[in-house]
């Protein structure tokens, strides 16, 4: 099953590549403040959707543009054909497919991959993380002031900005730095991979955590919601780093918890 999650993320790869040579002729939509879709979303979701069910056709799908499609299938992949949008369309190359396979609602294989880069981050449940052949280990970095995080600003309307604010402020003055990227399956990856020390946002959807949660912990890192707990990716507050650091952002977190 991995093999061909990631025969379709190269191929929604090869559409986002294409596009990027032309970004002056996208269509770009509104879904909502902040929020876009181009055709190349459109193009490789239904570019990943046609692969996966040529190979398994009586597989469900969570998808970011079109949904949910056989729902009650025991084997649901969980799609986000494009993280990071508003950088693609701006021209910044930092951006990714996220493609998860959820059987009976826990993960069991996980593909992100970076088109600019030409990067596969894949694990299957149980067998390790992986950067194209290389195992992944999340940082071993003990101590928050010394880590390097990644974060999400919110970027809708409806998401409470001055909230947030209070949190990044805090958090700037407990670790050595605090990034913004843009692209939550992206910094999945780079906390397993060890680039980051740990990551946390909020507000966010399945298709944005799916496979980057199953990166995380299978390289060794822990996940949850603020307060350290399970649950994060039906409230979309999500928490990563190696155990250490983990503990250390509960404690800073957890107060500002809502799930």
């Not at 970004?23 to 692969?51: G, M, P």
Request: with cysteine.
């Amino acid at each position: 099953m991995l093999n061909v999650a990631v025969k379709a993320a190269r191929r929604a790869g090869n559409i986002i590549n294409r596009a990027s040579l032309n970004l002056e002729r996208l269509q770009v939509d509104r879904k909502q403040h902040n929020d876009f879709v181009t055709e190349v979303d459109k193009a490789a979701e239904a570019a990943i959707i046609e692969t996966l069910s040529e190979a398994y056709p009586l597989h469900g799908f969570l998808a970011e543009e079109t949904g949910s499609h056989n729902e009650g299938a025991d084997n649901i992949w969980i799609i986000d054909p494009l993280d990071g949008t508003t950088n693609f369309i701006h021209g910044f190359p930092h951006y990714a497919i996220s493609i998860a396979l959820a059987v009976n609602g826990v993960t069991q294989q996980a593909v992100v991959y970076d088109p600019n880069r030409d990067e596969l981050f894949t694990a299957t449940r149980g067998s390790g993380a992986y950067l194209d052949r290389r195992r992944l280990r999340v940082a071993a970095e003990p101590r928050l002031m010394n880590a390097l995080l990644g974060t999400g600003f919110p970027y809708r309307e409806d998401q409470d900005l001055d909230a947030y604010l209070t949190i990044f402020s805090e958090m700037t003055r407990q670790c050595a730095g605090l990034r913004r990227p843009g692209a939550a399956a992206l910094d999945l990856a780079y906390v397993a991979a060890g680039r980051y020390d740990g990551f946390f946002e909020s507000d966010l959807k399945p298709w944005d955590m799916a496979a980057g949660a199953l990166l995380v912990t299978e390289s060794g890192g822990l996940i949850g919601n603020y307060r350290g707990e399970e649950g994060y990716l039906q409230s979309g507050e999500v928490m990563c780093a190696n155990p250490r650091i983990f503990a250390q952002m509960v404690q800073s977190l957890s107060k500002h918890s809502k799930s």
